[in-house]
Nanobody, 122 residues
Framework: QVQLVESGGGLVQAGGSLRLSCAASGRTFSRYGWFRQAPGKEREFVSRIHWTGASIYYADSVKGRFTISRDNAKNTVYLQMNNLKPEDTAVYYC?????????????????WGQGTQVTVSS
């Protein structure tokens, strides 16, 4: 079983930047995704990456502002978030998927971290 621990969240002003980290331990899988959930809203896809660095994809709402990457030596996946907007405020979750093909659906992800809060003030 894989364990995922997110970190790097916090409070930032609009236009600022944060970098989220997701440290994986235990049995690891090949596909990793970032999701977020704002109060009163459903969990939504943000970005995903294959452990090889392939199959990178972003939600339209973050494209051009967020960058996903991984460090295999550290078993860590990152989400660099630039030009943050108040609508980016949410709890951000890291997750892994065992599906053989890329997926953006939360139900296709099997293990989840505890989440890290990102708050963007206007």
């Amino acid at each position: 079983q894989v364990q995922l621990v997110e970190s790097g969240g916090g409070l930032v002003q609009a236009g600022g930047s944060l970098r989220l980290s997701c440290a994986a331990s235990g049995r690891t899988f090949s596909r990793y995704g970032w999701f977020r959930q704002a109060p009163g809203k459903e969990r939504e896809f943000v970005s995903r990456i294959h452990w090889t660095g392939a199959s990178i994809y972003y939600a339209d709402s973050v494209k051009g502002r967020f960058t996903i990457s991984r460090d295999n030596a550290k078993n860590t996946v990152y989400l660099q978030m630039n030009n943050l907007k108040p609508e980016d405020t949410a709890v951000y979750y890291c997750a892994t998927s065992r599906r053989p093909v890329p997926t953006n659906l939360p139900d296709d992800y099997d293990s989840w971290g505890q989440g890290t809060q990102v708050t963007v003030s206007s």
